[in-house]
């Protein structure tokens, strides 16, 4: 498949439904029950192929660094959120994959190579969310690890 496809971002109808938070585990649910999203690749594939074939506009990857830990331990098992979108690229059609960056976290220059690649293997479908990230413990923690190699 070689043809560029139109990112459904782009397409006339203004009302867009996508699944969010799909890549980590419990996705939005803080929960201990057992049947708990585990967030496995072969999980993901299949959701994603489900939501692009029943006509979902988009697909959109948190980026977590950390989870929540407590008794539910919600979201300490997520995939990156790049190579997460271009392996999608390579298993749906339609769909418009979203990467997730935290823009204190990530350089530009990375963010744009991964981005042009991701458009590429996609024919066009990738998009990109920005957050400035809230949860403070994560971003000193990865800050502090950045500024202290020693300290991996």
């Given at each position: 498949m070689?043809?560029?496809?139109?990112?459904?971002?782009?397409?006339?109808?203004?009302?867009?439904?996508?699944?969010?938070?799909?890549k980590a585990?419990?996705?939005?649910?803080?929960?201990?029950?057992?049947?708990?999203?585990?967030?496995?690749?072969?999980?993901m594939q299949r959701?994603?192929?489900?939501?692009?074939?029943?006509?979902?506009?988009f697909?959109?990857?948190i980026?977590?660094?950390?989870?929540?830990s407590g008794?539910?331990?919600?979201?300490?098992?997520?995939?990156?959120?790049?190579?997460?979108?271009?392996?999608?690229?390579?298993?749906?059609?339609?769909?418009?994959?979203?990467?997730t960056?935290?823009?204190?976290?990530?350089?530009?220059?990375y963010?744009?190579?991964a981005?042009?690649?991701?458009?590429?293997?996609?024919?066009?479908?990738?998009?990109?969310?920005?957050?400035?990230g809230?949860?403070?413990?994560?971003?000193?923690?990865?800050?502090?690890?950045?500024?202290?190699?020693?300290?991996?």
């Amino acid at each position: 498949m070689t043809e560029l496809t139109a990112n459904p971002m782009q397409l006339a109808h203004t009302f867009k439904l996508g699944v969010f938070a799909a890549k980590a585990d419990r996705g939005l649910s803080f929960t201990t029950v057992p049947e708990q999203w585990r967030a496995t690749w072969d999980d993901m594939q299949r959701a994603a192929v489900a939501a692009d074939a029943g006509g979902m506009d988009f697909f959109l990857s948190i980026a977590r660094w950390r989870g929540f830990s407590g008794t539910t331990h919600v979201r300490e098992w997520s995939f990156e959120t790049f190579m997460f979108a271009a392996a999608l690229a390579a298993v749906t059609r339609c769909i418009a994959l979203f990467s997730t960056v935290h823009v204190p976290l990530v350089h530009p220059l990375y963010v744009a190579k991964a981005l042009a690649t991701i458009d590429h293997v996609s024919h066009g479908r990738v998009g990109l969310n920005i957050v400035c990230g809230w949860m403070e413990p994560g971003r000193v923690r990865h800050v502090r690890r950045e500024a202290d190699p020693g300290g991996l």
